[in-house]
């Protein structure tokens, strides 16, 4: 009877679990990424404990598994605005349950140019997250994109001009406070006054500066590398529709190679030009991939009030209808996968990188990113259908935390 039991349970178990099969429970099996082999990993205490390769072939559709997918700049998901009035720690979990089905095993909460005293207060909330049981492990910093940005119509982006302001370090030290020193990456304008000395102070403090929503010169954007800026914001976006084509911001910032440029490659922020060409000058060990998905990504099309502003959900991206300006993305990264490798004709194993191992090393989270020996087991398990990801099953510390079966 016991044995009849047993072979039950084990059954069910294995349907459970569905493909890819899972020798136990922390053994994870799939195609690795990055060669094309099957490959078994055991992972004890929450890290990868070995990595076996066999000769075992994968039931059809072929089952990818990857390191889980790290997305530096987000402005919320499925109806969660980090930079909301209304921001909770359980929004805050239904984000981040919502982004594990999109592969996203770790993402920095992104909070935009708005009324100090929000961004403090939404900075508090996202600290509270950070420390719940549950979620926490996803969050592992926070990224501030302005106040401290270029005014300028198009410069600013979508971003609301009266609250953008000049850089003032005594402020950012009572947002940062605000935030329990959670803040690990900053977007910056390097042209306005007090950039420099500024950005300087970010990174003696360990804060990596982007540069973004921006009208540098050559010259100022060199004096902000030597000050320690290493990234450009979503490079081609966040910039006017109209500049002069030898003198822009996008030229120093491509030309650069102290910086790596975040690109948001949905199909519809950049051109397949302008990816392609940025993925010719930068390549995959300095290009990374983020979404700026908006809080309206996920949800049905339509016209959206958040705050003082009307937004244009299409099912592509959100723009600010009256101006005809693009406000955020619609799509998690996994969407940048398929695309960056339609665009540019680049690997799998490149597209993950951008997506996972560049912004891990970027943002120094040297115990995820990659598969190897000790790394943390996040992973995902995914398939290519007709070019896309599609996430099977995502792992955060070897623990399932979605299956789409």
């Known amino acids: 009877m016991k044995t009849i039991i047993s072979i039950i349970a084990t059954l069910l178990l294995s349907t459970i679990l569905g493909t890819p099969r899972i020798k136990n429970l922390n053994d994870i099996q799939g195609i690795l990424y990055s060669d094309k082999e099957t490959v078994s990993l055991k992972i004890v205490d929450g890290k990868i404990a070995g990595i076996n390769r066999i000769e075992t072939t994968i039931d059809n559709p072929k089952i990818y598994i990857a390191p889980g997918l790290i997305d530096i700049q987000i402005n919320g998901y499925m109806g969660v605005d980090f930079s909301g009035p209304d921001l909770t720690v359980e929004g805050i979990r239904k984000a981040t349950k919502a982004l594990w089905k999109a592969g996203v095993t770790s993402y920095f909460p992104t909070i935009i140019t708005s009324d100090i005293g929000r961004i403090k207060k939404n900075f508090a909330v996202l600290a509270q997250a950070m420390e719940d049981p549950e979620i926490g492990k996803s969050i592992p910093g926070f990224h501030l994109e302005g106040p401290y940005i270029s005014p300028v119509k198009g410069f600013r982006g979508a971003h609301l001009e009266k609250y953008i302001r000049k850089p003032d370090w005594d402020e950012f030290k009572e947002i940062q406070k605000a935030a329990k020193n959670h803040i690990k990456l900053i977007t910056v304008a390097p042209e306005i006054e007090g950039a420099i000395p500024f950005i300087r102070n970010c990174a003696k403090n360990g804060i990596v500066v982007s540069l973004g929503h921006h009208n540098g010169s050559a010259e100022q954007i060199q004096q902000a590398v030597d000050a320690g800026a290493r990234m450009a914001t979503h490079l081609g976006n ?30 519809f922020h950049l051109t397949k030009e302008e990816v392609r060409s940025f993925y010719k000058v930068k390549g995959a060990s300095k290009t990374i991939l983020v979404s700026d998905a908006l809080d309206l990504a996920g949800l049905p099309p339509g016209e959206y009030i958040r705050g003082e502003r009307k937004l244009l959900l299409t099912p592509n991206v959100v723009k600010l209808p009256e101006e005809n300006v693009l406000a955020g993305a619609a799509s998690p990264i996994s969407k940048c996968i398929g695309v960056i490798m339609e665009f540019t004709q680049c690997s799998l194993a490149d597209a993950v990188r951008m997506a996972s191992t560049n912004p891990a090393d970027m943002l120094s989270l040297r115990n995820r990113g990659r598969i190897e020996y000790g790394k943390r087991g996040d992973l995902i398990l995914f398939t290519m259908e007709n070019g896309e990801m599609v996430i099977q099953k995502t792992f955060i510390t070897g623990k399932l935390v979605y299956s789409k079966n």
């Open 238 to 267: 966040g910039c006017a529709n109209q500049i002069d084509r030898h003198h822009n911001p996008i030229w120093p910032q491509l030309s650069n190679d102290r910086i790596i440029p975040s690109i948001i490659a949905d199909g």
